[in-house]
């Protein structure tokens, strides 16, 4: 099993800052890619970001050159760096683990960009 814990959420004006981690714990082994998620109220959950064990990395096109995701293997972490925000970025922010035989979703932080 691994557990996802999400941290950095919360309101913020837009045009401005936030950065969001996600920690993961327990049997972690070999290569795994994770992700981060939105979900807005009425709406699909979407790709924001994803990165794979290599460092690849993919990102939904309405943050593409506003968002940033990173990995840090040591510490089985991964961040979102999100700049420019905008209002319509306001949704429950969910990380993904995923490896060849489990995945499983964080528990969800909520970003608000107030206009």
């Known amino acids: 099993q691994v557990q996802l814990v999400e941290s950095g959420g919360g309101l913020v004006q837009a045009g401005g800052s936030l950065r969001l981690s996600c920690a993961a714990s327990?049997?972690?082994?070999?290569?795994?890619?994770m992700a981060w998620y939105r979900q807005a109220p009425g709406q699909q959950r979407e790709l924001v970001a994803a990165?794979?064990?290599?460092?690849?990395?993919n990102y939904g096109s309405s943050v593409k050159g506003r968002f940033t995701i990173s990995r840090d293997d040591a510490k089985n972490t991964i961040s979102l760096q999100m700049n420019s925000l905008k209002p319509e970025d306001t949704a429950v922010y969910y990380c993904?683990?995923?490896?060849?035989?489990?995945?499983?979703w964080g528990q969800g932080t909520q970003v608000t960009v107030s206009s």
């Open positions: 327990g049997s972690i082994f070999g290569f795994y890619a």
């Open positions: 993904l683990y995923s490896d060849t035989d489990f995945h499983t």
């Open positions: 990165i794979t064990s290599r460092g690849s990395t």
